[in-house]
Structure formats: C-alpha cells, structure tokens
C-alpha cells in the first residue's frame, strides 16, 4: 500500500517562500499523477498543483501560477511543491495524493485521487 509523508511545513512571513515535500513508502511514484491539494477549515479541499509522470505535463490554480512549481523527482519517489511570494491566503493544511487524472486536462478533485498524505500546516503571517 503506498503511504505518502508531507515534510516541509511551517510559519513564514508574507512574500517568504517554503518548499513542501512528500515522499511516498510502500510503492513507487513513477506510474502516478501526483497532486497537491491543499485546505482551511469551514472550506472543500482545494487543487493547488498536478504534475504527470516524468513531470511531462503540469497544472496549477490560477490563485497559485507564477508563484508555486511543482516538480518531481522519482529516483527519491518524491513530489515536490516550491512556494514563493506566500500570501496569507496561502495558508492552510497541505496534502499530497497520488494516482490521480489526467494532469495536462485538469488537477482533478479529492475524489480522482487514490493516495493520500496526513497533510502538513502552512501559516503566511506576520
């Protein structure tokens, strides 16, 4: 059963950057879309991020483009999602998922994702 760990986390001011991570155990990544979601409590679980296998295709919330990039690297089985500019409203539990839709059509929603991480805090404030 493939299990996903988010690392990566944490408190940054407005405009800083962070870099999230998620590796995955019990399986390989290679085969897989991978995505990042991420969410606020009282909200749905948002698509931030997708990348396709051998990151030939990748897709992004319009509220994220020009901001974050999503990258993979399979020899570590890792997902990567670089966040720069933070905003406030960035803040929030972020989760990775595997096995997901077609990346070049869509991120897709929580319910075309097979594999989920814990999830991992994100606060953008001063």
């Known amino acids: 059963q493939l299990q996903l760990v988010e690392s990566g986390g944490g408190l940054v001011q407005p405009g800083g950057s962070l870099r999230l991570a998620c590796t995955a155990t019990?399986?390989?990544?290679?085969?897989?879309?991978l995505g990042w979601f991420r969410q606020v409590p009282g909200k749905a679980r948002e698509g931030v991020s997708c990348?396709?296998?051998?990151?030939?295709?990748?897709n992004y919330a319009d509220s994220v483009k020009g901001r974050f990039t999503i990258s993979r690297d399979d020899a570590k089985n890792t997902v990567y999602l670089q966040m720069n500019n933070l905003q406030s409203e960035d803040s929030g539990i972020y989760y990775c998922?595997?096995?997901?839709?077609?990346?070049?059509?869509?991120?897709?929603?929580?319910?075309?994702?097979?594999?989920w991480g814990q999830g991992i805090q994100v606060t953008v404030s001063s």
């Open positions: 998922a595997a096995d997901g839709p077609a990346c070049f059509v869509a991120i897709g929603s929580t319910s075309d994702y097979m594999f």
């Open positions: 990348i396709g296998t051998r990151g030939r295709s990748t």
């Open positions: 019990g399986g390989t990544l290679d085969r897989y879309y």
